[in-house]
């Protein structure tokens, strides 16, 4: 079962606009959510972290926001920039759990059009 | 401040051959994780070393293993290779602690014959 999901594989943005990045997941005991952003050839780069204490955390151009009762959060990047044209991993955290240990949805791939 | 370093970037074997892949995690994290990276399945947790113990480990065969040295540097072992191993392996490093992120290194790709 897949704990994380990012339903939408792609995402097209016009250079400028606002790039909405959505992730759902089902276990209720994650607690710390992060995103990561994937270039082709090169491992995943942090973006943004947010606890579960909190429902929206910002940092720059980017902004996490988590619903807990939903069990969904969401990326915002404002304005889009055509280098922030990637793949967007969304990943969460059992900081309980004794080890460190990434759940991560399958990814959305952001295209931004210039 | 020197990021993860994964060696070697690239690799071909062929099935039933045994693979050891190396990271070298930033300076000052003692917590090393492992991930496999396919098309189909996305990144999927290997196991994750803090201080020379395994904490956790994911879903995968006891055909993949791995170490970590007192340095804090992590291998990893693939024994009896399998063409559904080919796969982007990845490593990721952090300080240790709860709510803190990983950091990963740009992985190994590996190919088999």
């Known amino acids: 079962d897949q704990q994380v999901k990012q339903n939408s594989p792609s995402l097209s943005v016009q250079e400028g606009r606002i790039s909405i990045l959505n992730c759902d997941y089902t276990?209720?005991?994650?607690?710390?959510f992060l995103w990561y952003k994937k270039y082709p050839a090169e491992g995943p780069t942090f973006l943004i972290s947010?606890?579960?204490?909190?429902d929206k955390n910002e940092d720059g151009r980017f902004t996490v926001f988590l619903n807990k009762s939903a069990k969904h959060l969401s990326l915002h990047i404002v304005p889009s920039q055509p280098g922030d044209s990637a793949v967007y991993f969304c990943?969460?955290?059992?900081?309980?759990?004794?080890?460190?240990?990434?759940?991560f949805g399958k990814g959305t791939k952001l295209s931004v059009i210039p | 401040k020197a990021g993860v370093t994964q060696t070697p970037r690239y690799l071909i074997k062929t099935r039933g051959q045994q693979v050891t892949l190396s990271c070298s995690p930033i300076?000052?994290?003692?917590?090393v994780s492992w991930y496999q990276q396919t098309p189909g399945q996305g990144l999927q947790f290997l196991f994750e070393?803090?201080?020379?113990?395994?904490?956790n480990k994911g879903n995968f065969p006891g055909r993949f293993s791995g170490r970590q040295f007192s340095n804090s540097r992590s291998e990893m072992n693939v024994s009896t290779l399998e063409l559904g191993d080919s796969a982007l392996y990845l490593c990721?490093?952090?300080?240790?602690?709860?709510?803190?992120?990983?950091?990963f290194g740009d992985g190994t790709r590996l190919s088999i014959l």
């Open positions: 990721a490093s952090s300080p240790g602690g709860s709510n803190q992120p990983q950091h």
């Open positions: 276990n209720s005991m994650f607690d710390y």
């Open positions: 947010i606890s579960s204490i909190k």
């Open positions: 990943a969460a955290f059992r900081s309980g759990a004794g080890s460190y240990q990434l759940t």
């Open positions: 300076s000052g994290h003692r917590s």
């Open positions: 070393y803090f201080s020379e113990t395994q904490r």
